[in-house]
């Protein structure tokens, strides 16, 4: 009996999952004028100012080109953004629609929720970087230098923040406060964060300033994988990655439980 009733559970939970999964994949994808257009247009001025025009007159950084030296960068500012905004919007809106009753008195387990709506910011994030790549092919040749170091920042850096997202519509009691975290803490920690320069082109004390942006971390292991160049050693990035994608995963299933934001 024990052994159906867990058989049974797992079966709801991959149901649930596939279905919340899906239900976030769509709409994405229904929208896509607004979630994945506007990345793709505004990384496209950011290669054909920045890297085409700019980058002329800058030279090379490391040994790369200023357009390659950016591309990692770029790719993965948009990965953050994109991973974040789907989450915070979406679990807010169903928060705010009170949809999320349904799920709360359904037999779904806490993580099955959160891992749903993550997931859909880590495929829609896939996709606007893929894009990207694609539209920063046109500009320079890009070849993945390391697959594996790759696939894994960019996953840990999707979950991370999409973890961080749906932490932030947990607490968020109106639309104005899923804004304040991308517009006055993600954006300027993401320009901060070595996108257009190299850690070594600053004063000692921004230098220094730097090691404690933990999106700086990212972007240069993420750099590595992709032309094989960094300021910090990789190791670095993975432990702290790691790390904060599992304190998030416990702060978020303990808001689940505590039904904070979510339970009147």
Same mark, same amino acid.
């Given at each position: 009996m ?26 994405f994808?229904? *929208?896509?004028?607004q979630?994945? !257009?506007p990345? %793709?247009? =505004?990384t /496209? @001025?950011?290669?054909? &100012? ?15 080109s200023?357009?390659?030296f ?13 991973a ?5 919007s ?6 705010f629609?009170r949809?999320?009753e349904?799920?709360?008195?359904s037999?779904v387990?806490n993580?099955?929720i959160i ?25 320079t040749?890009?070849?993945i230098?390391?697959?594996? *170091?790759?696939?894994?920042i960019? !996953?840990?850096? %999707?979950? =991370?923040? /999409? @973890?961080?997202?749906? &932490? ?11 804004a ?15 996108v ?6 600053l004063?000692e ?20 994988g ?7 050693d990789?190791?670095?990035?993975l432990?702290?990655?790691t ?22």
């Amino acid at each position: 009996m024990s052994d159906h009733n867990t058989l049974h559970h797992k079966i709801i939970s991959r149901i649930a999952f596939a279905t919340i999964l899906r239900k976030e994949i769509k709409r994405f994808l229904r *929208i896509w004028p607004q979630t994945i !257009l506007p990345p %793709a247009v =505004t990384t /496209s @001025l950011y290669f054909l &100012i920045f890297g085409a025009l700019i980058g002329k007159r800058i030279g090379t950084i490391d040994g790369l080109s200023y357009m390659d030296f950016i591309v990692p960068g770029v790719v993965l500012m948009s990965v953050i953004n994109s991973a974040y905004s789907n989450v915070v919007s979406s679990f807010f809106s169903t928060k705010f629609q009170r949809n999320i009753e349904e799920l709360i008195v359904s037999p779904v387990p806490n993580w099955v929720i959160i891992a749903g709506y993550c997931g859909g910011g880590v495929v829609r994030s896939a996709i606007v970087g893929s894009v990207i790549l694609l539209i920063a092919n046109l500009f320079t040749e890009i070849q993945i230098q390391d697959w594996a *170091i790759t696939v894994t920042i960019f !996953l840990l850096t %999707a979950i =991370t923040f /999409s @973890l961080a997202g749906f &932490i932030n519509a947990t607490f968020a009691r109106t639309f104005d406060d899923i804004a304040i975290i991308p517009n006055f803490v993600l954006t300027p920690l993401s320009y901060l964060g070595g996108v257009f320069y190299s850690i070594h082109m600053l004063p000692e004390f921004w230098q220094k300033a730097s090691l404690v942006n933990p999106i700086f971390y990212m972007i240069n292991a993420f750099r590595y994988g992709v032309v094989g160049k960094s300021d910090i050693d990789i190791t670095i990035t993975l432990l702290l990655l790691t790390s904060l994608m599992i304190i998030l995963i416990a702060f978020s299933l303990w808001l689940m439980h505590r039904g904070t934001g979510i339970r009147s």
